[in-house]
């Protein structure tokens, strides 16, 4: 049977996906891994890669067109099949040609508007091949779940371990449930859509098409400001121990390709408090405050236009057990993915605080919209020279002027100035970011 390609999840939010590019075209042979197509999500420019061996036997969409999740994009002969007649077979089954024959079938068949084509997800039925990874498959086997019953949750809806497990859960107790989901523990309600005044565009104005995730960027915002409390504490830091220290340590780290960032000590000092200053490492759930087992700190990073522009955040997890060279390699890591081939979910999933850092820009300080559903962003500014009064003498010293937005909801201003007194001493002491 050809294997057919569904627009995969590739965040924890997205609905839909629009391929800004295929890598493949028909009659092309693929092997497991290799990438099909680039994917614009809700959040990042993405990699698309198959988990099939075959001949890439027809592109059931174009450049440019966006499904929701689930939808068939492509097809795929496998096991030596006719490419040709794979090809059009599946694509004469995936979508009637007109809107009247859409409406004449049943559930199961596409809706057209306005060019956007939105289809149900697809689930493994119909013999077709379930794609699951070979560690999910011998744990099926091991607890006798048939894996053709299952929705997976992985990359282009791979079956994969802890979809079994869930199975093999439910199976257990006698309950159905659904899959496990992806998205944040806590969601906020939609807020009110606000009326706004109508734009006129002027000689030489211009129309700029918004992407999917600047969509969701505005969404999130909107929604981000109108359900939480902002408010904002700010402090400024003494870095010359600082810089003092990264110097000697970068001296001596060269050798080995490693250089730490003013930020990478940021990280450092945020998770260190957040051990100290639980209610930072927690989230608003309505009826209760929901503290996290884990310090997991997202970090802000700014796409490239050539890969749709915009911000995604990468997370550090378990930040307060990592040293500062690990923390540099997987800031860099992940830094060079996002603006690379695009972060998947599990990058971007369980922050529970965000650093904003604008000093690389020479921003000396800002303010930022708290990420739902942390309660606290830091939004750092450039280490600039001053001059400052020291041990009562007027010099020229180096600082940062830092700003927490905070959900007052769980956060008390007395708080937010402890945490930043806390922050404070482990960056002008950094010393003792080192143990």
Same mark, same amino acid.
């Given at each position: 049977?050809?294997?057919?390609?569904?627009?995969?999840?590739?965040?924890?939010?997205? =609905?839909?996906?629009?391929?800004?590019?295929?890598? *493949?075209?028909?009659?092309?042979? $693929?092997?497991?891994?290799?990438?099909?197509?680039?994917? =614009?999500?809700?959040?990042?420019?993405?990699?698309?890669?198959?988990?099939?061996?075959?001949?890439?036997?027809?592109?059931?969409?174009?450049?440019?067109?966006?499904?929701?999740?689930? /939808?068939?994009?492509?097809?795929?002969?496998?096991?030596?099949?006719?490419?040709?007649?794979?090809?059009?077979?599946?694509?004469?089954?995936?979508?009637?040609?007109?809107?009247?024959?859409?409406?004449? /079938?049943?559930?199961?068949?596409?809706?057209?508007?306005?060019?956007?084509?939105?289809?149900?997800?697809?689930?493994?039925?119909?013999?077709?091949?379930?794609?699951?990874?070979?560690?999910?498959? +011998?744990?099926?086997?091991?607890?006798?779940?048939?894996?053709?019953?299952?929705?997976?949750?992985?990359? !282009?809806?791979?079956?994969?371990?802890?979809?079994? %497990?869930?199975?093999?859960?439910?199976?257990?107790?006698?309950?159905?449930?659904?899959?496990?989901?992806?998205?944040?523990?806590?969601?906020?309600?939609?807020?009110?859509?606000?009326?706004?005044?109508?734009?006129?565009?002027?000689?030489?104005?211009? %129309? $700029?098409?918004?992407?999917?995730?600047?969509?969701?960027?505005? +969404?999130?915002?909107?929604?981000?400001?109108?359900? &939480?409390?902002?408010?904002?504490?700010?402090?400024?830091?003494?870095?010359?121990?600082?810089?003092?220290?990264?110097?000697?340590?970068?001296?001596?780290? %060269?050798?080995?390709?490693?250089?730490?960032?003013?930020?990478?000590?940021?990280?450092?000092?945020?998770?260190?408090?957040?051990?100290?200053?639980?209610?930072?490492?927690?989230?608003?759930?309505?009826?209760?405050? &929901?503290?996290?087992?884990? $310090? #997991?700190?997202? *970090?802000?990073?700014?796409?490239?236009?050539? +890969?749709?522009? !915009?911000?995604?955040?990468? *997370?550090?997890?378990?930040?307060?057990?990592?040293?500062?060279?690990?923390?540099?390699?997987? /800031?860099?890591?992940?830094?060079?993915?996002?603006?690379? +081939?695009?972060?998947?979910? =599990?990058?971007?999933?369980?922050?529970?605080?965000?650093?904003?850092?604008?000093?690389?820009?020479? $921003?000396?300080?800002?303010?930022?919209?708290? #990420?739902?559903?942390?309660?606290?962003?830091?939004?750092?500014?450039?280490?600039? =020279?001053?001059?400052?009064?020291?041990?009562?003498?007027?010099?020229?010293?180096? %600082?940062?002027?830092? /700003?927490?937005?905070?959900?007052?909801?769980?956060?008390?201003?007395?708080?937010?100035?402890?945490?930043?007194?806390?922050?404070?001493?482990?960056?002008?002491?950094?010393?003792?970011?080192?143990?």
């Amino acid at each position: 049977m050809p294997t057919t390609v569904t627009m995969p999840r590739l965040s924890d939010t997205m =609905e839909a996906g629009t391929v800004i590019k295929w890598h *493949v075209k028909e009659g092309d042979t $693929v092997a497991t891994g290799d990438v099909l197509a680039d994917v =614009e999500t809700d959040k990042a420019t993405m990699e698309m890669q198959t988990y099939d061996d075959g001949v890439v036997a027809k592109l059931l969409i174009g450049a440019g067109d966006r499904v929701a999740i689930g /939808t068939p994009i492509a097809v795929i002969a496998v096991d030596g099949e006719d490419a040709s007649s794979a090809g059009a077979a599946k694509s004469a089954a995936a979508a009637p040609t007109t809107a009247a024959a859409a409406v004449a /079938t049943n559930d199961e068949a596409p809706v057209v508007v306005t060019g956007t084509v939105v289809m149900p997800s697809v689930h493994a039925d119909n013999g077709a091949r379930a794609r699951i990874s070979p560690v999910a498959r +011998r744990m099926a086997e091991e607890l006798g779940v048939d894996i053709n019953s299952l929705r997976g949750t992985g990359p !282009g809806g791979r079956v994969i371990k802890r979809d079994i %497990e869930a199975a093999a859960t439910r199976k257990g107790s006698g309950a159905v449930a659904a899959p496990a989901s992806i998205m944040p523990v806590v969601a906020a309600p939609a807020p009110a859509a606000a009326a706004s005044m109508p734009v006129v565009a002027g000689p030489g104005s211009r %129309e $700029v098409a918004v992407s999917g995730m600047r969509q969701t960027i505005a +969404r999130r915002l909107v929604e981000s400001k109108s359900t &939480i409390p902002h408010y904002q504490v700010s402090m400024r830091f003494n870095m010359d121990p600082l810089l003092e220290l990264r110097k000697m340590l970068n001296a001596q780290l %060269e050798p080995q390709g490693v250089k730490l960032s003013v930020n990478d000590f940021i990280v450092r000092a945020c998770a260190l408090a957040m051990a100290q200053h639980p209610y930072f490492n927690a989230s608003w759930a309505g009826d209760r405050i &929901i503290i996290h087992g884990e $310090v #997991n700190v997202g *970090v802000a990073v700014s796409l490239p236009a050539e +890969r749709g522009g !915009g911000l995604v955040v990468a *997370v550090i997890r378990n930040a307060d057990q990592k040293g500062l060279r690990q923390i540099s390699l997987d /800031t860099r890591a992940l830094a060079e993915k996002a603006r690379t +081939r695009g972060l998947g979910p =599990e990058d971007m999933m369980g922050a529970t605080f965000t650093i904003s850092n604008l000093g690389m820009y020479g $921003v000396d300080n800002f303010t930022a919209i708290i #990420n739902p559903p942390n309660s606290a962003i830091l939004a750092c500014g450039a280490a600039v =020279e001053r001059p400052v009064v020291r041990n009562s003498q007027l010099c020229v010293g180096t %600082e940062l002027d830092a /700003t927490l937005s905070l959900d007052h909801r769980v956060i008390d201003g007395a708080m937010a100035a402890e945490y930043l007194t806390t922050v404070r001493h482990n960056l002008e002491n950094p010393a003792t970011l080192l143990v």
